[in-house]
């Protein structure tokens, strides 16, 4: 029996087909981790943005960057009135309800609504019939009244005659004169009561204590009308020449005084809500007594002589009146002044293009511009346009010298951000592609 030959380890057979299989595994992985490696380094760079510059004169408007277009103004004298605003109610001169004085059935109405009326015109008519049978029956009354004081008139002379003759009684002669007298009074009485019926029927006719607007109408012909009457037969207003009711501060009595004395007919203006135009000019007409605790002011009253009928009764408007006038003030524009921790300020423009900010101190103003009254002097020029984005020492450009941006363009030798995104973002995929054909190989 032959011995058996010793047989070659399996492990020998099979390493041919495992060692491929390992290397390919190897390479899988390889391939994997560059991958994820080159997406990492893509997703950085599209995310990474350059670093912003900081400071004062690295970035827009530094000595780094690229000047800011800015609008500026020159620092001008001019006469600048010192005003006093403030916010007013008109309220009329006169404002009557007509009510009829005596009872009765409306005949006749004679305005119209809405009518410009004279004192005294004629607005309603009431029946007038009873009121003329109250006069016939006073008139008759009186009448009969002073036919019987002439006849006793008559009998007390006859009687005094007698007594010169001694032919009659003084008590008689006395009794004969207490008539007279009772009959003078009598008829005192019946001219009042003649007087009164009189009066009564002139009342029938209803007109207007004064000259106005008569509004809308409260009643129609054929009610019957009296003195107690809420709504009565009309409403006038007074509404030329009429007042403007405002209130100031206590702290500017003392100036609106002292205006009035320099100048007794103070120029006053009713202007619209939007103060954009003046709807009437007037003069200052009264201050009150007194401050009111509650809001710490003094309520005052301006007249207008409203023409053209502009103030309207109950209207709010805006009172602007002028108190003195400022002289050569230096004045720039509202917009030029900012306010910031430390105050207000400005900035100047220099020479070099270069703005300095400087603190300065406001006074008077109007609707456009504002008076300096230390910090600034005339002739400077200050910035309006673009402040914000200012600093001290920043470099500014005038409107018409080019784009502002032109030192920070491409091409200069500084390339801009938004140029050098693309390039990183376009490299990303193109090393991929070369780091997987390197694997391949």
Do not use: C
Not at 148 to 157: E, F, G, M
Not at 412 to 420: D, I, L, Y
Request: charged share 20%; aromatic share 4%; glycine share 10%.
């Amino acid at each position: 029996m032959q011995a058996e030959s010793p047989r070659e380890p399996e492990s020998s057979n099979d390493e041919s087909p495992r060692r491929p299989g390992r290397r390919g595994k190897l390479l899988g992985s390889l391939v994997a981790l560059l991958l994820v490696g080159g997406l990492g380094w893509l997703a950085w760079s599209l995310t990474q943005q350059p670093a912003a510059p900081t400071g004062g004169r690295s970035g827009p408007g530094g000595r780094g960057g690229p000047p800011t277009t800015v609008g500026v103004a020159v620092a001008e004298r001019t006469d600048i009135p010192v005003t006093l605003d403030a916010l007013g109610t008109v309220v009329p001169l006169a404002t009557v309800r007509v009510r009829p004085q005596v009872s009765g059935v409306l005949r006749q109405v004679h305005y119209k609504e809405g009518q410009f009326v004279r004192q005294g015109e004629l607005l309603a008519t009431i029946d007038p019939r009873q009121f003329e049978m109250a006069l016939q029956q006073a008139t008759g009354q009186r009448m009969r009244d002073e036919a019987q004081l002439d006849a006793a008139r008559v009998t007390l002379q006859r009687f005094r005659t007698l007594l010169e003759q001694d032919s009659i009684a003084r008590q008689e002669v006395d009794t004969q004169a207490a008539l007279v007298k009772q009959l003078e009074a009598a008829v005192v009485v019946s001219k009042a009561n003649e007087g009164a019926a009189r009066l009564n029927l002139g009342y029938t006719r209803i007109e207007s204590p004064i000259a106005g607007r008569v509004g809308l109408r409260t009643v129609d012909v054929g009610n019957v009308v009296g003195p107690s009457d809420t709504n009565g037969i009309a409403v006038v207003t007074q509404l030329s020449p009429i007042d403007v009711e405002f209130a100031i501060p206590q702290d500017r009595v003392d100036p609106l005084q002292q205006a009035v004395r320099d100048a007794p007919a103070l120029a006053v203006k009713a202007l619209d809500s939007t103060r954009s135009r003046v709807l009437e000019a007037g003069r200052f007409q009264s201050l009150d007594n007194q401050v009111d605790v509650q809001t710490g002011t003094v309520r005052a009253k301006a007249r207008f002589d409203n023409a053209r009928q502009e103030l309207f009764p109950n209207q709010f408007v805006n009172v602007q009146l002028q108190l003195r006038t400022l002289a050569g003030a230096v004045t720039v524009p509202l917009a030029a002044v900012r306010t910031g921790a430390d105050g207000d300020y400005v900035f100047v423009l220099n020479d070099d293009k270069t703005v300095q900010l400087r603190s300065v101190r406001r006074g008077e103003a109007t609707a456009e511009r504002v008076q300096i009254t230390s910090g600034l002097q005339a002739g400077e020029r200050v910035v309006t346009e673009g402040a914000d984005r200012l600093r001290d020492g920043s470099r500014v450009a005038l409107p018409g010298e080019g784009p502002a941006a032109a030192a920070g363009a491409p091409g200069n030798g500084t390339p801009s951000a938004a140029a050098a995104r693309p390039r990183r973002a376009a490299s990303g995929p193109q090393q991929r592609r070369q780091q997987a054909a390197g694997a391949g190989q």
